[in-house]
């Protein structure tokens, strides 16, 4: 790992902590301090995790019988990685529609619509901005040209370029959860996830991906925490002939603190195994972490937030910026 890699390391654990003890001093509002605090929909932007089932932390409370729930959720990443052994510059837009169902005796469906496009979002010189204010090493990113879509990988002879505006992934998902334990201050939650997918790119259209997941949720006055694990069988096993992991293990951990009326602060950690076989920083265990915010009320909900990478930095994205609204029917 670099100098520069390490003081990027130093620099999001500090904020991280500041965040935590600032949290502490502003004036909780008991508004936000049941049940409406609950972790961001936030799922991992890395690429490789993209292209197929990519589970995350979601609510272990139940809906209500008969409420419903429509969501649209937005993010857009950089990706850089500058290796001796790959190379890959792009962003991504991650868009997504959940739909949202609540059965009696604590059960939930879910429909999700998604589609993942390769894209300039223009983040390439935030990036080298941000870089730049925190004195961070840019790391190759001023030798090349602004807006690239590049994958270089020479041990699996893989170099593809210019495909901004790929479909990357349009995939159907379906979940059907089962809350089995619920008190004034924590609940559990077990969920069953299947996708298919429907895009023919670099993707395997008619994949069949399915996931077993646990949510945990445990509420401390106008504090609450949250813990999430997944295992995800796969179906494509190779993207462009670099083999893929067809088992992964996903966790994510959060906290929401409840501060002014309506509103929300929020930090989620999440990891997934790497997953690709034998390829480096690429197959080694990836870190994101996230601080958002989120407001709701009676009928509307609205979230945001910011990730970046920690530990390893070539295997998940750069920068990624997160936003969703939900609408209670």
Do not use: C
């Amino acid at each position: 790992m670099s100098v520069s890699d390490n003081t990027k390391n130093s620099f999001f654990l500090s904020l991280l902590t500041l965040l935590f003890i600032l949290s502490f001093s502003l004036e909780s509002q008991a508004s936000l301090s049941g049940n409406q605090l609950q972790p961001l929909e936030l799922r991992s932007q890395s690429f490789f995790h993209a292209l197929r089932l990519n589970t995350h932390s979601q609510n272990a409370k139940a809906l209500n019988p008969s409420a419903a729930e429509i969501s649209i959720f937005d993010d857009i990443s950089s990706t850089w990685a500058n290796s001796d052994d790959f190379v890959m510059d792009f962003n991504m837009n991650d868009l997504r529609l959940n739909l949202a169902w609540g059965l009696d005796n604590g059960w939930n469906m879910i429909a999700s619509f998604s589609e993942r496009r390769i894209m300039n979002t223009h983040l390439d010189q935030p990036t080298i901005s941000f870089h730049k204010a925190m004195g961070l090493g840019q790391d190759g990113r001023l030798d090349v040209a602004k807006h690239r879509s590049l994958i270089g990988i020479d041990a699996y002879a893989i170099y593809v370029d210019d495909f901004n505006h790929l479909t990357l992934s349009r995939p159907i998902e379906l979940q059907l959860s089962k809350q089995i334990f619920d008190s004034e201050a924590s609940a559990i939650a077990v969920r069953i996830i299947s996708q298919l997918e429907t895009a023919d790119s670099w993707t395997k259209k008619g994949s069949l991906d399915i996931a077993v997941q646990i949510d945990l949720r445990y509420q401390l006055a106008a504090t609450a925490l949250f813990a999430s694990a997944a295992y995800s069988w796969l179906d494509q096993d190779d993207f462009l002939g670099l083999p893929l992991k067809n088992e992964i293990f996903m966790l994510n951990l959060g906290a929401a603190w409840a501060v002014y009326e309506h509103s929300a602060i929020q930090i989620q950690y999440q990891s997934n195994e790497g997953a690709v076989e034998n390829m480096g920083e690429l197959s080694a265990v990836n870190h994101e972490v996230s601080l958002g915010y989120r407001w709701q009320n009676r009928q509307w909900a609205f979230e945001t937030a910011v990730t970046e990478n920690l530990l390893t930095f070539y295997n998940s994205p750069d920068i990624a910026f997160h936003g969703g609204i939900t609408y209670k029917i």
